[in-house]
């Protein structure tokens, strides 16, 4: 028995050795670039030994998304739970979002930026699980804006899930900048974005929902 649980502790970290260079190449090609053999490659395996890991491609895709998810989970996603509900929560979730891709070590920066890229205009299971956990991480923003909105923590004319689109954005253009510019600051930027986006929610700055602009004109 101890022999066997050892073989399964040694499956599971081949695993997260494949998926960790999974995450990396799709960061800077894309997960079309992700196939049996570049990750044997990448990880010194043969490719039969990646291959017993994942049955077909887009097995290998799905498990790669699913782990950057993972990842999301536990740097960007868990630690704000100690902040307190509203705009305490909020900020703390941009902070630890901004913190975790500035300072993250794939070549192409975002994971989930470059997947959405990818895979936006392909139907099918990889380009739904993408969006899956995107619209996830929107939804979590503006739940956390409207319950600030509540706490009286924002201005009356503030609509969270606009707010909350404009604060993704905010991380999506640094990441952009960064990778295609080469802007050293884009993060810096961002941060200064945000800083500026709560500062006007706070202070009750017109971010009037869409529907409302619409039966204005």
């Not at 044997?40 to 049955?55: D, I, L, N, Q, T």
């Not at 307190?84 to 891709?101: D, H, Q, S, T």
């Not at 295609?180 to 986006?197: H, K, N, Q, T």
């Amino acid at each position: 028995m101890p022999h066997e649980s050892q073989q399964d502790s040694h499956g599971q970290r081949q695993r997260r050795r494949i998926l960790e260079a999974a995450r990396d190449v799709c960061s800077a090609e894309g997960l079309g670039g992700v196939s049996i053999a570049r990750l044997a490659g990448e990880v010194g395996m043969s490719k039969s030994g990646v291959a017993a890991h994942f049955p077909s491609k887009e097995a290998l895709q799905l498990a790669t998304v699913e782990s950057a998810a993972e990842g999301y989970e536990r740097h960007v996603i868990r630690p704000p739970h100690d902040a307190e509900p509203g705009l305490e929560r909020l900020v703390a979730m941009m902070e630890a979002w901004v913190g975790y891709i500035d300072e993250i070590g794939y070549r192409g920066g975002c994971f989930f930026a470059a997947a959405a890229n990818e895979f936006g205009s392909q139907p099918g299971p990889v380009r739904d699980l993408v969006a899956r956990y995107t619209r996830s991480w929107m939804d979590a923003l503006a739940r956390e804006a409207r319950t600030a909105g509540r706490q009286g923590e924002l201005g009356g004319q503030v609509d969270p899930q606009q707010l909350a689109f404009q604060l993704h954005a905010c991380v999506q253009e640094a990441n952009l900048c960064r990778q295609l510019l080469d802007d050293a600051d884009a993060f810096g930027r961002a941060r200064l974005a945000i800083r500026d986006l709560i500062a006007a929610a706070r202070a009750a700055s017109p971010l009037r929902s869409t529907s409302s602009q619409g039966d204005s004109e």
